[in-house]
């Protein structure tokens, strides 16, 4: 089934109907948090944001795992096949290898075309960071950085989470990845209500993000070009320098694998925010890395893949 769910991904990619369940969970975060955030927050103590914080989590997560797992159940009652099947397109919905790489390639076209302006609103799209000013290789570090990163959010934690609890298990981590990326952040609305949407998100992604680290180095053996021994000593020095626990894995391997520096200065509305770097600079970025990046993620991908039918084979033997 996990099998499955990758081809359709690939092919299919996320679905525009009925509508996607992440934008479900998101609409339910969304409902939550207007009931649990007080209006006033600097009213609130700390504390008790953090607590209510923990509502909101416990409380998406228990709601997205129980309401899947109930629906696998019926759909078991009415037919085996019905259930694995269903269970095969929920998995496939929270995978996004190909919305990956459509991101990414709305960046690069416009980019190779010389329409600066068109490149710096797609990628917008899929960065926080103020894109208005980027030239050619911040937009292709922005673009390469965010492809690296949702290597471990969209492609190999869902996977490894369907691997251990099927759908279920699946969709409550997209439902743990949707909260970090709506109330995780460190700011002054969510530093204390996103506490523990970001923590557990972090602890979530720890051994997926490792994970991928070392499929990341395999892919870099096997691709032209690339340096899976760079790549390795990339994630053992800089990885720990990223904020993120685990972000800095993906990001440090692929910087390493193609021999350019991310991470920098960023812009925040209208705030300067320097990033720790990542991988060193033996030549200047170009939006063919982006292409490389892709690759990249579709080698992880096919590593999962064949990972699977090596096993599905020995199941048969």
């Excluded at 797609?122 to 894109?131: A, N, P, W």
């Excluded at 959010?153 to 989470?161: H, I, N, T, W």
């Excluded at 691997?163 to 700011?187: H, I």
Aim: glycine letters at 8%; aromatic letters at 10%.
């Amino acid at each position: 089934m996990l099998l499955a769910a990758i081809i359709i991904d690939i092919i299919i990619g996320d679905p525009r109907w009925p509508t996607h369940p992440v934008i479900r969970i998101g609409q339910w975060i969304s409902w939550a948090e207007s009931r649990l955030l007080p209006s006033d927050i600097n009213a609130a103590s700390p504390g008790s944001l953090r607590r209510r914080g923990v509502v909101l989590t416990v409380l998406t997560l228990l709601i997205v795992f129980s309401v899947m797992w109930l629906l696998l159940w019926l759909a078991h009652q009415i037919h085996p096949w019905i259930g694995y099947a269903i269970n095969t397109w929920f998995i496939a919905t929270t995978i996004a290898i190909k919305g990956l790489k459509d991101a990414a390639m709305k960046v690069y076209r416009p980019l190779r075309e010389g329409r600066m302006d068109e490149a710096r609103k797609y990628v917008g799209y899929i960065v926080g960071r103020d894109t208005s000013k980027l030239d050619e290789p911040e937009i292709t570090r922005a673009t390469v950085e965010t492809v690296a990163e949702n290597t471990v959010d969209a492609v190999v934690s869902p996977l490894f989470y369907a691997l251990l609890g099927a759908a279920p298990l699946a969709m409550l981590y997209r439902a743990a990845n949707t909260l970090d990326s709506m109330v995780g952040y460190k700011n002054e609305k969510y530093l204390y209500f996103g506490w523990a949407s970001a923590r557990w998100d972090d602890v979530m992604n720890w051994f997926p993000a490792r994970l991928t680290g070392c499929l990341l180095v395999c892919t870099a053996a096997l691709r032209q070009g690339c340096s899976a021994a760079r790549a390795a000593r990339a994630i053992r020095k800089f990885a720990r320098l990223h904020p993120s626990p685990n972000s800095g894995i993906p990001e440090s391997a692929v910087a390493g694998a193609l021999g350019i520096e991310l991470g920098g200065i960023n812009v925040y509305h209208g705030r300067t925010s320097e990033r720790a770097r990542m991988g060193w600079p033996l030549r200047e970025r170009c939006k063919e890395d982006i292409i490389v990046t892709v690759h990249m993620l579709y080698g992880v991908s096919f590593l999962i893949a064949g990972g699977l039918m090596c096993a599905l084979c020995w199941t048969w033997l």
